[in-house]
């Protein structure tokens, strides 16, 4: 029902090598051309992360190339660049995915500042974990997504969390919500009708995107931006897309969202990030290690 570490792990190990050579084949490029190495050091998966970065490591001491370790937040913050049209300083950076909801302040590729977090599941979790609950299946993303299009109906008022931060999320009650309302009113969960399925996966959907587009309406409220940009797995949610853009014209605010091949995680935005950093003359040893989780004060 979703990503096991192990296996994850196993399958990192599998494909790293294959992948690379194909890489440097579809880019005409060989090692020898490279200037900087760039790998994702966090937040994730350990055993992932250990693969992954390692073999990055083993790259830059072979072919004595520096070695530039990347967050992968830092990598979905700015995806937007990857786009012919790009964000413009100061902006907005809804991030929204399976492990992270945040709502940033972008003011350079250097000054990150972190209005509002998630205090308990991540958006992306939650869409997950209603999926499961609904039979779905995974990822539960594109699975409500679906389900949700099959239907005109959202006769479901899921609660949307009111948080004493003014800028911060919660997601659990809703999931808890969701649990309840199938409990109470269907007495095997394995036997709910179709119809009822995408009611209830349309409700959850509208739920979610109500209590994201509020938070950052309220900081476009609070601060001057040139732009916003929705990014992470999340970002490839079509009601949500379509509800950023119609919030994007209401406060006459450039939008920048990636194509849907650049929300979920992937190279390019690593790549993209660790120029970045290698460009403003940050310079790390093969000692650095990759970490599993975002620090409480990442982002100041």
């Given at each position: 029902g979703g990503v096991v570490p192990e296996l994850s792990s196993r399958a990192h190990l599998q494909i790293i090598v294959p992948l690379l050579k194909e890489a440097l084949m579809k880019s005409n490029f060989k090692l020898k051309d490279i200037d900087v190495i760039s790998a994702t050091?966090?937040?994730?998966?350990?055993?992932a992360l250990l693969v992954g970065f390692t073999f990055a490591k083993g790259l830059a001491y072979s072919?004595?190339?520096?070695?530039?370790?990347?967050?992968?937040?830092e990598g979905h913050i700015f995806s937007g660049f990857l786009m012919e049209d790009k964000p413009e300083f100061p902006y907005l950076a809804l991030v929204v995915s399976g492990g992270h909801t945040l709502l940033l302040l972008v003011n350079d590729f250097n000054d990150i500042k972190k209005l509002g977090t998630t205090v308990d599941d991540a958006a992306g979790e939650a869409f997950d974990k209603v999926a499961k609950m609904l039979?779905?299946?995974?990822?539960?993303?594109?699975?409500?997504?679906?389900?949700?299009f099959q239907t005109k109906e959202y006769s479901i008022k899921f609660p949307v969390a009111e948080l004493k931060g003014p800028y911060n999320f919660s997601f659990s009650g809703l999931k808890t919500a969701v649990l309840r309302y199938i409990q109470k009113n269907f007495s095997d969960i394995n036997f709910?009708?179709?119809?009822?399925?995408?009611?209830?996966?349309?409700?959850?959907?509208?739920?979610?995107?109500?209590?994201?587009?509020?938070?950052?309406?309220?900081?476009l409220k609070n601060f001057e931006v040139k732009s916003i940009s929705l990014v992470g797995g999340v970002a490839a949610n079509n009601p949500l897309r379509?509800?950023?853009?119609?919030?994007?014209?209401?406060?006459?605010?450039?939008?920048?969202?990636?194509?849907i091949e650049f929300c979920g995680d992937n190279a390019a935005m690593i790549a993209f990030r660790g120029q970045k950093i290698y460009e403003s003359g940050k310079k790390y040893?093969?000692?650095?290690?990759?970490?599993?989780?975002?620090?409480?004060?990442?982002?100041?």
């Open positions: 050091a966090g937040p994730g998966l350990i055993g072919l004595n190339k520096p070695i530039i370790p990347v967050n992968h937040i039979g779905l299946g995974y990822p539960g993303g594109p699975k409500i997504q679906n389900a949700a709910i009708s179709t119809v009822d399925v995408n009611n209830i996966a349309a409700s959850f959907q509208q739920a979610v995107i109500k209590a994201l587009i509020q938070k950052t309406e309220k900081a379509e509800e950023m853009i119609k919030l994007s014209k209401k406060y006459n605010k450039k939008i920048i969202i990636p194509k040893g093969l000692h650095y290690s990759p970490y599993p989780s975002l620090p409480e004060m990442y982002f100041s």
